[in-house]
C-alpha cells in the first residue's frame, strides 16, 4: 500500500493483456465535474510511464492521442479507459464524467470497475451528487477511497478537507475516513501561498519529497514528526479498530508497539472489504518532471488496499429464458460471461464495445453469443443472437493496442459487434447466459424533434437507433398522441450532446420543436347533435340523417356507443357505419383538435332511403351530428396529470414544495426517507414538468432525483384551456 517503505516503480509503461485475475485493478473515479479526475489520471499515467514528461507516447515518439483524451475531458460526457502498468499489476483506471448529466456512463464505470476513488477537490469541497453516489457504492460494499486534489489553490486546506470528508462519508463511523499521509508545504511564495512539496506517510513515518519532480524518501525532522503525533494515533486506532484480531486494541492501548506490517496489512484487508475508507492527497507534476505528488502512493494504494476481481462476487446470472445459473466468479477457464459496459461508434472502425469479463477468456475471431434485456420502452430491440467477435484491443484515447486475449475480471476494446448494445451480456454461443441489468436512471427531459430535410428524413431512423444503442439512458419515443419522435434525455446537457452526435456522427441535421403533451377532450355535460347528410345532385345520391345524445362518463371510460332507435328508422345493417362515423370524428377532436374522450353516445333516431342510403353516407351523418352536439355543449380540455414523487435532502424540502405548488400541482403527502431526505409526493399537470428535471436540479442544487408516472386526464383551468384553444388553427 502507498505507506509501505519502498517507493520505486516495478514493470511500468502501456497495459497488456493481463494473464491472471490476481494481478488486474479495476478502479473508477468518481467526482464532480472540476475536481481533477481527468488531471490525476493524466499525472497516474505520466508517473507509470505510460506517457513522458512531453506527452508523448514513450514506444512512438509521435504526438499522444492521450493529449486528446475528450479534449483532456475537460467537458467529458463519456466513461474512458486508460489501462497503465505498475509494479506488476495492470491497472485500468475509468475516468468518468462528472456532469450529472451522464450518470449513465458513471453506473456503467461502477459496473466496470471493483473499487473506487472519489476525488475532492480542496478547493470546492464534496457536493451532493458525489454524496449520493457515495450511498450507492456503501448500498453494493464496493471499496473507496479519497483522493484531495487542488492542493495548490490558495484556500485548499488538507486537514479541514478531511474533516468534511469523515462528516460526509464516514456516517455513523467518521474514524473510518482517515488520512495516511499528511501533505509538507515547502517556502512561502511572494504572494504569500507555501505550494505542497511533499507527504509525510502517518504509519511509516517518513518523508517524500516531490519537490525536485521525482518521489524522493528521506527521515522526516523532530518538528515533522511532532506534527503528525495525533492523526498517526488516530489512524493507528481507526486500523486496528477494523482488525480481525481482535487482541490487538487492548494490546495497544496497553502500550505495545504494533509491529509495521501487521498494521500495514489490517489497513489493506480494510479497506479490500469496504470498512475503512483512507484518504490521500495528490497534485499532477510540474513542467518538466516525471511524477505528480502523491501518485505513487495512490498507485501503490490500488495495487495493495484495493481488492482484486477475484474477490467481486459474479452478478446473478441466468439463461436467456430465465432459468438461474451458477457461474464460478472470475474463473478464466469457466464458461464466457462478460458485459458490453458502454458502446460507441468509430467511423472507421464502426462500433466498438468496451467489455468487462467476468468469467471465462474472450478472444479475437471467436463466436459468442449476444443477449439483450430489450429495454424496448427506451428503443433498444429484444435480441438473442449470434455474432463474432473483431479484434480485442487496450484503448488509450483515440489508439487501440491489439490484445491476443482478455481474462476474466479485465477489460478490453471489441470491435465489430454490430447488433451488440450498452448492458448487453456476451457468453458461449453454445451456452447462452444473461446477466442481471444495472439499473438505469430514468431519463425525464423530452426533447421533440423533426428531420431538417428530406435528405435528414431518410437518414433518421437510423441515426437515432445509432444513438440509443450507445446510450441506454436515453429513451426513444414514437408519441402516436401527439405524432412527435421524442428523446427523452436526462438533462439540457444531455441533450445538447444527443443533438452533436447526429449532426456530427451520423449526419443527420434535425430540427428542435416544442413538445406536446397528449391533450383530450371531453363534454362538460349532456348535449343532443344532427347529423344531415342528404346530396342529390343526379345519378346515385347520398342520403343519412342521424340523431344521438352524448353525456359525459367516468374517467377512464373511452368512448361508448348505444344503439337506441326504434322501429328500424336506421337499417340495422347502417348502425355500425354511425358508429364508426362518431369514432372518426372522436378521434380527429371536436373543440380544439385533440381527442374526444370518456363520452357515451347514444343514437335515438334517424332516416334512411331505400336507394341512396349507404355506409359512407352514415358515416358522414355520424360525424355531422357529433360535430352539432359538441356546438350546442360546453367542452373541457383534459390534460395529463402525473403522480411525482421527489426525494430531496431537508434542507430544500421548503422550496420543493413550493415551486410544486407554483406548477399548479398538489402535494399529497411527504414522508421521512433517512439520510436527511424527505420523500414529497404530488399530482402536477404535465405541461408543467416538461423542464422539471432541470429546474429541480436547480433548486436542489444537484441533490434531489424525481420519478413521474401517468395518472389520468383531468379538465384544464378554463382560462389556460382558451389560450391553447387561440393557438389551435381552426378550433
Known sequence: MGDKAHAHPGAAGRATAADHPASVRNVVLVGHSGSGKTTLVEALALTAGAVNRAGRVEDGGTVSDYDEIEHRQQRSVQLSLVPVDWDGYKINILDTPGYADFVGELRAGLRAADAALFVVSASDGVDGSTRMVWEECAAVGMPRAIVVTHLESARADFEEMTRICAEAFGGDDPDAVLPLYLPLRGPEAPDGHAPVTGLIGLLTQRLFDYASGERKEAEPGPEQRQLIEDARNRLIEGIIAESEDETLMDRYLGGEEIDLKTLVQDLERAVARGTFFPVLAAAPAAEGARQGLGTVELLELVTGGFPTPLERPAPSVTTPDGTARAVEACDPDGPLLAEVVKTASDPYVGRVSLVRVFSGTLRPDAPVHVSGHG???????????????????????????????????????????????TGDTLSAKDDPLLMEPWRMPDPLLPLAIEAHSKADEDKLSQGLGRLVAEDPTMRLEQNPATHQVVLWCLGEAHADVALERLRNRYGV???????????????????????????????????????????????????????????????????????????????????????????????????????????????????????????????????????????????????????????????????????????????????????????????????????????????????????????????
Open 375 to 421: 429495454l424496448t420502452d427506451r428503443g433498444h430491440e429484444d435480441h438473442d443472437v449470434d455474432e463474432r467477435i473483431g479484434t480485442l484491443s487496450a484503448p488509450f484515447g483515440k489508439q487501440q493496442r491489439a490484445l491476443t486475449h482478455c481474462i476474466a475480471g479485465d477489460l478490453a476494446s471489441v470491435a465489430k459487434l454490430n447488433r451488440a448494445e
Open 509 to 731: 441535421q434535425v430540427d428542435v420543436v416544442p413538445h406536446k403533451v397528449s391533450l383530450r377532450e371531453t363534454f362538460a355535460g349532456t348535449s343532443s347533435g344532427r347529423g344531415r347528410h342528404v346530396k342529390q345532385s343526379g345519378g346515385h345520391g347520398q342520403f343519412a340523417i342521424c340523431e344521438i345524445e352524448v353525456e359525459p362518463l367516468p374517467n377512464g371510460s373511452g368512448i361508448e356507443f348505444v344503439d337506441k332507435v326504434i322501429g328500424g328508422a336506421v337499417p340495422r345493417q347502417f348502425i355500425p357505419s354511425v358508429e364508426k362515423g362518431v369514432r372518426a370524428q372522436a378521434a380527429r377532436g371536436v373543440a380544439a383538435g385533440y381527442p374526444l374522450i370518456d363520452v357515451r353516445v347514444t343514437l335515438r333516431d334517424g332516416k334512411a332511403h331505400s336507394v341512396d342510403s349507404s355506409d359512407a353516407a352514415f358515416q358522414t351523418a355520424g360525424a355531422l351530428a357529433l360535430r352539432e352536439a359538441a356546438a350546442d355543449a360546453r367542452i373541457h380540455l383534459l390534460e395529463p396529470v402525473a403522480e411525482v414523487s421527489v426525494l430531496v435532502g431537508d434542507d430544500y424540502v421548503g422550496a420543493v414544495m413550493s415551486d410544486l405548488s407554483g406548477r399548479r400541482g398538489r402535494v399529497v403527502g411527504t414522508e421521512q426517507a433517512g439520510g436527511g431526505r424527505t420523500l414529497v409526493r404530488a399530482e402536477v399537470p404535465e405541461i408543467e414538468i416538461g423542464r422539471y428535471a432541470v429546474d429541480l436540479r436547480s433548486i436542489s442544487h444537484g441533490t434531489a432525483r424525481f420519478d413521474r408516472h401517468y395518472a389520468r386526464h383531468e379538465p384544464m383551468p378554463q382560462q389556460i384551456a382558451e389560450r391553447i384553444r387561440e393557438r389551435t388553427p381552426d378550433s
